[in-house]
Structures are given as structure tokens and as C-alpha cells.
């Protein structure tokens, strides 16, 4: 589906170069666990970039600063994972920026903990975000996977609804936890090259197993 930007008189409210979105849910509840790792990267990025995000209205929280030299707006959505869309779609009406200078960074089931993923464009895989954005905007973005495994029971990985629930919506620690701090950092990274040299060549530097 093809996005319009749509914009306010005088101009975009958060005018940028380019908008970085980090998939999560919102409160307190969520904010360490595996599920929310796309926040995690949004919190680094906001460092590196001196604009953390403030919530503005009910369905986000961005903040406007500088990485690369670009102008970057940095958001989280204050909607939950399965309504996405509507966050994004808000962010390209107030940034100005198009869908081709969009990243989304989110978490993978099927990939092992800490593994890092890159690429321009593609399908939703089945993630409830995705599918959200893609409704509401299409799905011609740049994105990151970044890996949290899959929950195992009895030595075996497991598909069940309810343990893959309670596995995403935990806090992880240990070597995982290390794994993904080490994702996060080299996801942010990652984002500086997308957004200079674009997503393949990001993807073939910051390619991790």
C-alpha cells in the first residue's frame, strides 16, 4: 500500500531525515523484557543522539536529534505491538519522512539470541507488528531482527501460544541478556550505516549469527 505524506500547515511538527521506530509494548511492565528490544535500541539511539523520546498524545513517544550527521526522529509507540500501524502511520505525517527512509527494529522468535538481521523491504513473517505497519503503510521500509531465540520445554523448542507468551513477555538474563546488549549496540550502529550507505551494505557488515 502506498503512503501519502500528509502535512500540517507550516510543515511537519517533527521534521527529520529519516525516522527510526523500535517496536515494543508500552509500561513499566514491559519495559526489560525480550519483546521490547526494539525500545531498547530506540533508548541507545536517544544517547547517541541527545533527543530522547517524549510521549506525545496516546499513540507515541518521539524525540528529534541528530546521528550521522542526518536529522533523526527516534519513536516508540504508546500503542501495543498489534497496533503498530497506527503509530507509524502518525510518525510519517509528523515527521515528512517517506516509508523509504523508515527502519524498524524489532525482535525474531526464529532467530538465536543476540543474532542481528538487516534488509530493505520484504514480507510481516507473521510478526503482529509488522503486520500492523504494513495494513496502515506498507511494508517498503528498512528493518532489523534482532534474535531472542525460541522458548524451549523439554529440550525441544516449542510453537505452543502460551509459553511463547510468557517467553516474550519475560525479562531474559544471563548470557542472554549479555547476547542482546551486544545486538542493541551493534543494531544502533547499524542504523548509522543504513542510513549513509544503505540497508544491503549494513546488512553485510553487521550480520550476526
Known sequence: MAFRKLFSKGGPRFAADWLVVGLGNPGEQYA???HNVGFWVINELAKRAGAQPKPTGSTMAIGVGTLGGERVALVKPRT???ASGKAVAQALQWTGC???H???IYDELDLG????????????GGHNGLKSIGQAVGLDF???RIGI???VVDGKPTWEPDDVAEYVLSAPGGDDKRLLDEAVKAAADAIEVIMSDGADAAGNRF???
Open 80 to 82: 501495543f505491538m498489534n
Open 113 to 124: 539470541v543476540g543474532a542481528l538481521r538487516i534488509r530493505a523491504g520484504g514480507g510481516h
Open 142 to 144: 528498512s528493518r532489523i
Open 102 to 104: 523508515t527502519i524498524v
Open 98 to 100: 517517506d516509508i523509504k
Open 149 to 151: 531465540g525460541r522458548p
Open 32 to 34: 526489560r523484557t525480550r
Open 207 to 209: 550480520y550476526r549469527r
